[in-house]
């Protein structure tokens, strides 16, 4: 198989020769701008032929258009800064205003897409990352300064007013990245578990935005959603409108993927891999035995291997990047 044939074998559940792997992460002093953005996801994939591409790209270009001030200090390890935060008071929810999705830095994000889709030779399957709008509006309030909840709790309607223009905005972004000829997206929440709300406030306030976007993405056949951090609700989310639903599986309050299949059946592939400390630092016996668990867990169909959330690339190990590159010929034998 070639690496179209093997992920689109994996995404409807049919036989493969093996699991289809890949890795992500960030190239902080790169992706700050188009041309290193495509070069690093380029560079990246020819150094260890991925089946599958999740472009990684700066996550503050979600609200820079609405006026975050970001900086980076051109150091690969180093984070980008917000030095300036597009809400820290309620009426600033009802200042946002819908952004077109050809201009400033969305525009460029679409630009970046089709670089990458053209470099690639339309050999591997790609993907773009696209977060869910309480994961934009948390990072827009500040996710450390407890602002969001404090809105959702006591100014609702202010909130709903700016969820409302960012889901509209990402909305027309989907849409347009469906132009550029990628194959998917990477639909990431951080919200979606029981440490930042439950289940059915989280299905009753953000789920409605989430379905906003995502109506843009029918027709993609790749769109991968990303349930993070730990105590996911993989129960309540198992019927999104998507082709593939990727977790941690290392967390203890997440499900194992025999568990999963008991809640999606066959409707959509599974994906996920090993935890971002043991891929990033951990001993290659510590890795071989994450993957050997994992792999054994998930079986040899409808699953997609990668990490297991998005790692720093100038922190993570080139042995251990190998590792996972290989686990999918090599995992029986760790």
Known sequence: MDKRERVEAALTGKKLDRVPVSAW?????KEVTVDGFVSSMLDFQEHYDWDYMKMQARYTYHFEDWGAVVTQSGRPGDW?????LPVTRPEDWTRLRIQKPREGVLGSMIHAAEGI???LGGKTPCIMTVFSPLMIAHMMAGDTTGTLLRHLREERESLKAGMEVIAETFRLFVAELRKTGIDGIFYATKQANDDFMGAAEYQAFARPYDEQVLSAAKGFPFVM????MDKIHLKEMADYPVTMVHWDPTLKGNPSYTEARALTGDRVALGGGPSRPTLAQGSPAELKGELKTILTDA???????GPGCSVLIAETLEENLRILRNAPEEYQDY
Do not use: Q, T
């Open 117 to 119: 889709r053209v470099g």
């Open 299 to 305: 079986g040899d169909r409808h699953f997609l291997l």
């Open 80 to 84: 980008p800064v917000i030095e300036k």
């Open 225 to 228: 959603l990303h349930l993070c």
């Open 25 to 29: 992460g960030h190239f902080f002093n």
